[in-house]
């Protein structure tokens, strides 16, 4: 190897490493980006809650549900409700699942709980809420997509689970990106309810 060759492979391989170190500082003190108001929640999911002038109310939408019946807009307004979007191929789903099963169960004299089943086959579907023993219906798959829509950007198809609180007017008051926990849930369900119109 020539003696300019062999001073280029040492200038490549000094700014290979110069540029390595500047990435490894970078990432080790870059700004936590979380939108304000927001807090981490399990597993890194990211927990808001809203103030009642930020909240995204509901376009109108007219869906079916697994178990066969209609759902609409007005269905989801009058009482706190609980929208969790998830598919059987999810896993964060699956971990989540026994918690909102427990708190659907310990809440159901006063919110409502409704899922939307999302990229999954209905019999795919129905298996899942029959090894879980979910107690509340879910939006068809074939449907998911005219009800995420009527959300507003606050649901989406690619964020998997995610988990919305509705106030008793339809609008969203708090919602989770992630997986959920009963408590962290329940807590924000009680912080909705306190806040909704009798």
């Known amino acids: 190897m020539s003696a300019s060759a062999a001073r280029t492979r040492g200038i490549l391989a000094g700014v290979f490493g110069c540029t390595l170190v500047i990435l490894l500082v970078l990432v080790m003190f870059w700004p936590d980006r979380s939108p304000e108001g927001a807090s981490g929640g399990p597993e890194g999911g990211v927990v808001q809650l809203y103030d009642a002038q930020d909240r995204v109310e509901l376009e109108p939408f007219s869906v079916r549900t697994l178990g066969g019946a209609q759902l609409d807009r007005d269905d989801l307004i009058g009482t706190v409700t609980v929208v969790n ?10 971990a ?3 918690d909102l099963v427990a708190a659907a169960s310990a809440a159901r004299e006063r919110v409502r709980f409704v899922g939307i089943n999302v990229r999954d086959s209905p019999d795919a579907a129905r298996a899942f809420e029959r ?4 107690p ?3 939006v068809h798959p074939d449907d998911s997509g005219e009800a995420i829509l009527a959300f507003n950007g606050a649901l989406t198809a690619a964020a998997v689970p995610t988990t919305v609180v509705l106030d008793a007017e339809g609008a969203v008051a708090a919602r989770v990106v992630g997986p959920v926990d009963r408590s962290t849930l329940e807590g924000l369900i009680d912080e909705v ?3 909704s119109p009798r």
Do not use: H, I, L
Not at 85 to 94: E, F, I, M, T
Not at 131 to 134: G, Q, Y
């Open 193 to 195: 309810v306190a806040t």
């Open 131 to 134: 090894k879980f023993e979910v």
């Open 136 to 138: 509340y219906d879910s």
């Open 96 to 98: 989540e699942a026994p």
């Open 85 to 94: 979007v998830w598919g059987s191929w999810c896993g964060p789903c699956r």
